[in-house]
């Protein structure tokens, strides 16, 4: 139930663009970006929301189909501060009732000059 | 600014002894994750909480368990540490309860190392 993501890894250029990709299985309420950079916390990006509502990120865009449970997350114009790692977390509603919010294993970002 | 802190960075212990990794809020957060990080696996959920003395199950909780007596503390235990749990282990927090859409906050982790 882990959610995929691709590419795996992507390697820019400073100025290019990038497209990450998320997918579930599962019917999905939400969808959640963060950016890990190397030896630090993931940091907040963005939230989807099942409806359309998005909370976040003014310089990142990302777009969620509820019907095909994805999100794509959009870098334009890349900077060398966007390298990281970028994970996806999905939250449906799981046996219990509760949701919880289970990522994917990452797409690591690397923007050179 | 909502601040995690996790009481280690870096922690070293032996094959069977019991652990304890500890994390706090200060934002008064109803929700706590504990996740572990492995290179190309990404955070998988171990437990989580949605409220003082609640626990449930993530998707990898064997091996572990769980201790949340106060809203501000959420504690993961290695009831006996195996060499498998070697691995980055990051605690979050979110406000809301069981509503959808609460960004985490996470800790800096604690690299855990058993021999």
């Known amino acids: 139930q882990q959610p995929v993501q691709s590419p795996q890894a992507v390697i820019l250029r400073e100025g290019e663009d990038a497209v990450i990709n998320c997918s579930s299985s599962?019917?999905?309420?939400?969808v959640h970006w963060y950016r890990q950079k190397h030896g630090e916390a993931p940091v907040f990006l963005m939230i989807?929301?099942?409806?359309?509502e998005q909370k976040g990120h003014d310089k990142i865009s990302a777009s969620f189909n509820e019907k095909k449970q994805q999100s794509s997350l959009y870098l334009t114009a890349s900077q060398l501060s966007y390298s990281g790692t970028y994970f996806c977390?999905?939250?449906?509603?799981?046996?219990?009732?509760?949701?919880?919010?289970?990522f994917g294993a990452g797409t690591r970002l690397a923007v050179h000059p | 600014d909502v601040k995690v802190t996790q009481s280690s960075r870096y922690l070293v212990k032996r094959t069977g002894e019991k652990v304890f990794l500890e994390c706090v809020q200060d934002?008064?957060?109803?929700?706590m994750f504990w996740y572990r990080q492995d290179p190309g696996l990404g955070l998988r959920l171990i437990y989580f909480?949605?409220?003082?003395?609640?626990?449930e199950k993530g998707d990898i909780p064997e091996g572990y368990s769980v201790s949340r007596e106060k809203k501000e503390r959420f504690s993961l235990i290695l009831e006996s540490a195996s060499t498998n749990q070697t691995s980055m282990y990051l605690c979050?927090?979110?406000?809301?309860?069981?509503?959808?859409?609460?960004?985490?906050?996470f800790g800096n982790g604690t690299r855990l190392t058993v021999t």
């Open positions: 989807l929301l099942k409806g359309g």
């Open positions: 977390g999905t939250e449906g509603m799981f046996s219990g009732g509760y949701n919880k919010l289970i």
């Open positions: 909480s949605y409220d003082v003395k609640m626990k």
């Open positions: 934002m008064d957060h109803e929700n």
């Open positions: 599962k019917a999905l309420y939400s």
């Open positions: 979050a927090s979110s406000s809301g309860g069981a509503e959808i859409g609460s960004p985490l906050h």
